[in-house]
C-alpha cells in the first residue's frame, strides 16, 4: 500500500523558510516521479515542482529561484526547500506521485495516483 506523509508546514514570516518533508511508504520513491503542490483558498491545486523517474527536475515560474526540491532515497523521503517566502504562498501543500514517468504532464494533478494528507504554510507579512 503506498502511502505519504507530509510534515514541515507552519507560520513565518514574510521572506522566511519552511522545508517541507514528505516521507514514502509502500514503494521506492527513486522510480517514482514526485510531486509537490498546493492548494490555495479559493484556487485550484497548483503544480510547483517535481523530479521524474529520470532525475529530471522542473519548477514552476512562480516557484523557480525559491523553492528546491530534492530526495534522499536512504529515508526514501521527499522534500521541498522553501526560501524567500510571501504571504501568496499560504497554501495546503501536498506531495504526489504517479509511477510512471510524466515528462511536461507534471504540473497535472490529474496525472498523479497517490497523494498526501497535505501540510499547512502561512506567510504573513
Known amino acids: 500500500q503506498v502511502l505519504l506523509v507530509e510534515s514541515g508546514g507552519g507560520s513565518v514570516q514574510s521572506g522566511g523558510s519552511l522545508r517541507l518533508s514528505c516521507e514514502a511508504d509502500?514503494?521506492?520513491?527513486?522510480?517514482?516521479?514526485m510531486g509537490w503542490f498546493r492548494r490555495a483558498p479559493g484556487k485550484e491545486r497548483e503544480g510547483l515542482a517535481a523530479?521524474?523517474?529520470?532525475?529530471?527536475?522542473n519548477y514552476a515560474d512562480s516557484v523557480k529561484d525559491r523553492f528546491t526540491i530534492s530526495v534522499d532515497n536512504a529515508k526514501n523521503t521527499l522534500y521541498l526547500q522553501m526560501n524567500s517566502l510571501k504571504p501568496e504562498d499560504t497554501a495546503m501543500y501536498y506531495c504526489?506521485?504517479?509511477?510512471?514517468?510524466?515528462?511536461?504532464?507534471?504540473?497535472?494533478?490529474?496525472?498523479?495516483?497517490?497523494w498526501g494528507q497535505g501540510t499547512q504554510v502561512t506567510v504573513s507579512s
Open positions: 509502500g514503494f521506492i520513491i527513486s522510480t517514482y516521479c
Open positions: 504526489a506521485a504517479n509511477h510512471l514517468a510524466l515528462g511536461r504532464n507534471w504540473p497535472f494533478k490529474y496525472e498523479y495516483n497517490y
Open positions: 523530479i521524474d523517474t529520470d532525475g529530471t527536475i
